[in-house]
């Protein structure tokens, strides 16, 4: 049984940094293509970064480009999202996707992700 689980998220003022992880377990983490969405009260969940199974290919949302990196590391099955100069429209709960199927490029779209994790709140505020 394939398990995502998130961690790393915290209160922040704006301006700081958060590093925020996704353990993938139950399959090689090599397997799957990993992306990093967010979701807000009241709106839908929204893309943010996306790596490729190997690493090699990363996409990075418009409104957090600059500001955010998404890595893995294979050795721990795990992906990354490095956050910095946050800004209180960055909060919200931020959830890691897996999708398992043939490599086809960035996937942006929530329906094509095939495991979710729980989410881990991240609040921007003074």
């Known amino acids: 049984q394939v398990q995502l689980v998130e961690s790393g998220g915290g209160l922040v003022q704006p301006g700081g940094s958060l590093i925020l992880s996704c353990v993938v377990s139950?399959?090689?983490?090599?397997?799957?293509?990993m992306g990093w969405f967010r979701q807000a009260p009241g709106r839908e969940r929204e893309f943010v970064a996306f790596?490729?199974?190997?690493?090699?290919?990363?996409y990075i949302a418009g409104s957090v480009k600059g500001r955010f990196t998404i890595s893995r590391d294979s050795s721990k099955s795990t992906m990354y999202l490095q956050m910095n100069n946050l800004k209180p429209e960055d909060t919200a709960v931020y959830y890691c996707?897996?999708?398992?199927?043939?490599?086809?490029?960035?996937?942006?779209?929530?329906?094509?992700?095939?495991?979710w994790g729980q989410g881990t709140q991240v609040t921007v505020s003074s």
């Open positions: 996707g897996a999708n398992e199927g043939a490599y086809r490029g960035v996937i942006r779209s929530v329906r094509e992700y095939d495991y």
């Open positions: 790596i490729s199974r190997f690493g090699g290919d990363t």
């Open positions: 139950g399959r090689t983490f090599s397997r799957f293509d």
